[in-house]
């Protein structure tokens, strides 16, 4: 993990990821999934537009706009940054007190990398949705159940930028085709357990 990550600016996409400290699972149960995700908008579905995103036991990844301050317009801002870390608090803190733990959950400080592209936002979004199937907790990445994969696909409504992707992806037949072909390493790679 870096010691000093690039800042946080409105109006920039980024791929956001984070691990557990000490390599730990950050999922420890089902339930925590749905958690995590029910935190993640609370915390920063204000400030942020998330675009994908995949869970795995010991870390994640997020594909994510934060918005301009035009589109905030009225809303007292904060760096952007304080946002994340109170979903990273608030989720550390429940699970702790849910499981009994105690300490810091996530590695620190969690990890960013701006997405300077259209291509590179296309391949990112590939490369989380495939992440479960990289790191072999299933053999066809979708199986598993903790990625934005099939809500992008579905109809219901979501807090995804659904139309969004589909438009980077030239529609629902394009997502799909290049879901298919395995993309190369984006940034980095996490192990399973480490």
């Known amino acids: 993990m870096s010691t000093n990550p690039i800042p946080l600016e409105y109006g920039k996409f980024y791929h956001i990821f984070n691990r557990g400290n000490n390599h730990e699972n950050i999922f420890p149960q089902q339930r925590n999934y749905t958690y995590f995700m029910e935190l993640w908008w609370k915390h920063t579905f204000q400030i942020a537009d ?3 995103f995949g869970l795995m036991r010991n870390h994640f990844h997020v ?3 934060i918005k301009d301050k035009e589109e905030l317009a009225g809303l007292e801002l ?11 608090n608030a989720y550390s803190r429940g699970l702790n007190n849910a499981t009994g733990r105690s300490g810091a959950l996530f590695e620190r400080p969690f990890e960013r990398i701006w997405v300077t592209d259209e291509s590179y936002l296309l ?8 992440n479960p199937q990289k790191h072999k907790f299933v053999d066809d990445f979708r199986d598993w159940p903790y ?3 099939h809500e992008l696909l579905a ?15 030239g529609g629902r037949e394009g997502f799909i085709c290049l879901h298919q072909e395995i ?4 940034d980095f790679d996490y192990e399973e357990n480490g």
């Open 50 to 52: 998330t675009y994908a």
């Open 78 to 88: 904060k760096d952007p940054s304080q946002y994340f870390a109170n979903f990273f």
């Open 123 to 130: 391949r990112l979004i590939v490369y989380i949705h495939q």
């Open 155 to 169: 109809n219901y409504v979501t807090r995804l930028k659904r139309d969004k992707v589909m438009e980077l992806f």
């Open 147 to 149: 990625t934005s994969y």
């Open 63 to 65: 594909s994510t706009r």
């Open 183 to 186: 993309q190369p390493r984006i």
